[in-house]
């Protein structure tokens, strides 16, 4: 992949499906097509948790759901895993702040695209400077979705972020429904990330369509 430029980052993060084999209530490739017709703009693999997939059994679920993703021409980012996703010559990669700094996996997969978890300001600032495409800010709202999830935290910090002038792409995180994704639009937020909000419906195209449109809401 070339390099993305932050305005069409900033579209590919309008609705931004995270997803893994421990989300999902039915057949994972199905879901992700579902829910891509209904308006998913990029999808991440997040393959963590009790009775998550490893090695070859995890590589066969990756390729079957970046297949569905070349698909419909939707980018395929990998959780966490640098060398998953250089196998699979991923789109991208995101990274928490427990991981690799954004400057140093970019010297091990080029041109792709790398999104960082901030949680504080200073994370961010360190996260643009190291070269980051985007950050990933949450959670918003409460969520069930990530064991290690920390305290919510509303839509402050994505808006003294944009205060401080930062126009690097953003997508909020977190308990994200049809009912508060307009919200987070509003505070600043480029686009809204969700897991369970599809992948746990039993009808995700719907689930799908319903967060596009609120996000397009004027």
Known sequence: MNPISPSVMRERLKVYLIMGSVNCRSDASAVL?????????????????????SGHELRIYARCLQS???TFGVPFIVNDDIDLAIEL???????????????????KIGNKIVGVSTHTLQEAEIALADGA????????????????AKPPRGTQLIRELREQGMTIPIVGIGGIT???????????SDGISVISAISSSNFP???????REAVYTK
């Open 133 to 148: 495409d985007y950050l990933g800010v949450g959670p918003i709202f409460p969520t069930r979705s990530k064991d290690d």
């Open 178 to 188: 049809p009912d508060n994704a307009r919200h987070v639009m509003v505070d600043g």
């Open 205 to 211: 195209r719907e689930a799908a369509q319903k967060l």
């Open 33 to 53: 097509r579902d829910a891509i017709l209904g308006g998913v703009t990029m999808f991440q693999l997040r393959e963590k948790g009790p009775g998550a997939l």
């Open 68 to 70: 569905v993703c070349r």
């Open 89 to 107: 010559d991923a789109d991208g990669i995101h990274i928490g702040q427990d991981d690799e700094s954004a400057r140093v996996v970019r010297t």
